[in-house]
Nanobody
């Protein structure tokens, strides 16, 4: 499974960005897809996940501001990020698992910078 994230960039506080993650396989076959983020010196943290049944889960820090979704026809995962804050600045990574305990596949990160 190859994953390619895109959509990062520089945005002002309060602004929006949409990240995309294109998969090389039929994402209906992927039990779980999601986004993590990482800042220098810190561990990678889960931001949001979505199952192939559409069940979503969000980190408390982004609830109500970020929305994860998937387009099975396009084999693409999205992360709509609204009301961005400076502490959302991080490298964002998409990942996927074929099964609950399957090996995670990671794509290269995309940098999101929230600054005025």
């Amino acid at each position: 499974v190859q994953l390619q994230a895109s959509g990062g960039g520089l945005v002002q506080p309060g602004g929006s960005l949409r990240l995309s993650c294109a998969a090389s396989v039929n994402i209906r076959d992927l039990f779980l897809m999601g986004w993590h983020r990482q800042t220098p010196g810190n561990e990678r943290e889960s931001v949001a996940t979505i199952t192939n049944g559409g069940r979503t889960n969000y980190a408390d820090s982004i609830k109500g501001r970020f929305t994860i979704s998937r387009d099975d026809a396009k084999n693409t995962l999205y992360l709509q990020m609204d009301i961005l804050r400076p502490d959302d600045t991080a490298v964002y990574y998409c990942y996927a698992r074929r099964s609950v305990f399957g090996t995670p596949y990671w794509g290269p990160g995309t940098l999101v910078t929230v600054s005025s």
